[in-house]
């Protein structure tokens, strides 16, 4: 968790696919046959990721994400698709994308977060962003820059919920590790309810390499969420180009990457646990930090 809290009031003052042995045993009476099944298709397309549920199923259509296939729920005798699913194969059809209709036994069987709400997709592989392109934009468009970076989170769901949290808050690139660090797979797109397709995402070889550069060749300022603090979290300044640092769910913040702070912020608590979910942690300084440089407008 990223752990933060009331310490440090000091004013702010600065400038797998496996094949399984079946569990039966071959008839005596006839041969084994191999017969396709409706979740070998992940197989057959080479590199691809799988999308899961409503949100992100439609978020990815309306984005212009590439789909190779899109599994959607067989209602069980006369009973007619719901008009979230209707919606989804219309824009499927008009796309020509190809669409199989799935048992809920099937579906659940292809899921991996046991929660594909009648719909499941094989798409291209998310790529990532590049974080020079992310910083020009800004700099084109005339405006500073609020760039997000998690440092080793390794839970599919905060990631997931981060990313919402940026989107929301008009974050314009979230930077991961390529190690140590979850990735864009299903899971995060489910957590995400479609906010993967809007949020560009940089992965970096050296995170805090990448802070350094980001000071020096940028002039970012770099903030940190730690329970030893500088500042709580309503007093800092959240002014141009920055970075917000948020540690991983159990450690929080390596030294090597703490290093690179020009200030850390905390979050006061009352209550009897010290420390709180990554993302809820991202969701309270984002939004602080979205607030302040909105009126400084």
Known sequence: MAKLDNKGKKRFDQGKKSGRPSNGRPSNNRPQVDRPREDDAFAEEGSTDKLEGRNAVTEALAAGRDFNKIWILKPDGDKPLDHGLIRILDEANKRGIIVTRATRQVLDKMSSTHNHQGVIASVAPHSYADLDEIIAKCREEGRPALLVALDEIKDAYNLGSILRISDCCGVDGVI??????????????????GAIEYVPVARVTNLAQTLTRLKEKENFWVCGTDMNADYEYHDADYSGNLVVIIGSEGDGMRDGVRKCCDFTVSIPMTGHVNSLNAAVAAGVVLFEAQAKRHKDQ
């Open 176 to 193: 991961i590790p390529e190690r140590r660090s979850v990735g864009l797979d299903s899971m995060v797109a489910k957590a995400s309810a």
